[in-house]
């Protein structure tokens, strides 16, 4: 049966329609095509489609996604920052209880050679022997010479080895300036030859003998080369 038109009014053809539907399958934005009416002489009329739904769709779609995206990278980095801190802490923490072990064996050390330097400290006997020996040691530490030998003849000419020997009859004496002591000194030599760390007494055995060596040495060399009153 064949179809009949109205003059005047376009009319689609079964291809017109075949064409619509296939460009709105290929989800075109918008359509545009021509019609032509069937047998006419009219001019050809533009039609114009209206934008097709998905556009907008797939947008939206697409928004999404990036808004996913950038929020997954958020907490990526986000977790990382966290991590790092973390490993901040522990190796701050480490190096702090490294620092203190370290601090507590050379605070260890220190204590243990303290011990053992005061373990090892001679111990002197309280009498000619023992002062003649720690001298000896003092005048070593002070670079003043001197022999044991030299120090104990000397020590038997002056005071017989009496460290509270004093002279009440020489010209010092007379001077009110007597010698005293195991090595016999007087106050004015004993102070100026005094060796530091020993007493301020020249009483005292063994800050006599060091002083008096120590003198000694800045006037004849060294006690050795004393034999007689000096």
Do not use: C
């Amino acid at each position: 049966m064949s179809e009949t038109s109205t003059p005047g009014h376009s009319r689609l053809t079964k291809a017109h329609k075949l064409s619509i539907a296939g460009v709105a399958t290929l989800g075109a934005a918008a359509l545009a095509f021509t019609l032509v009416p069937a047998g006419s002489g009219q001019a050809a009329e533009t039609i114009v489609a209206a934008p097709v739904a998905w556009t907008q769709t797939v947008d939206g779609a697409q928004a999404k996604s990036v808004q996913q995206h950038l929020t997954a990278q958020q907490v990526v980095a986000a977790k990382q920052a966290k991590q790092a801190k973390a490993a901040a802490v522990a190796k701050a923490a480490a190096q702090a209880k490294a620092k203190a072990a370290a601090d507590a064996k050379k605070d260890r050390a220190d204590k243990e050679a303290a011990s053992r330097s005061v373990a090892r400290k001679p111990m002197y006997a309280n009498n000619l022997d023992g002062w003649i020996k720690e001298s000896l040691a003092i005048m070593k530490a002070n670079k003043i010479p001197g022999s044991y030998n030299g120090l104990y003849k000397n020590i038997m000419r002056e005071s017989s080895g009496n460290p509270r020997a004093i002279n009440n009859w020489d010209i010092n004496a007379q001077n009110g300036i007597p010698s005293i002591g195991l090595l016999q000194v007087i106050r004015p030599t004993f102070m100026t030859y005094h060796v530091s760390g020993t007493p301020v007494d020249q009483y005292h055995p063994v800050a006599n003998i060091v002083a008096a060596a120590n003198y000694a040495a800045a006037r004849y060399g060294s006690i050795d080369n004393v034999n007689s009153a000096y």
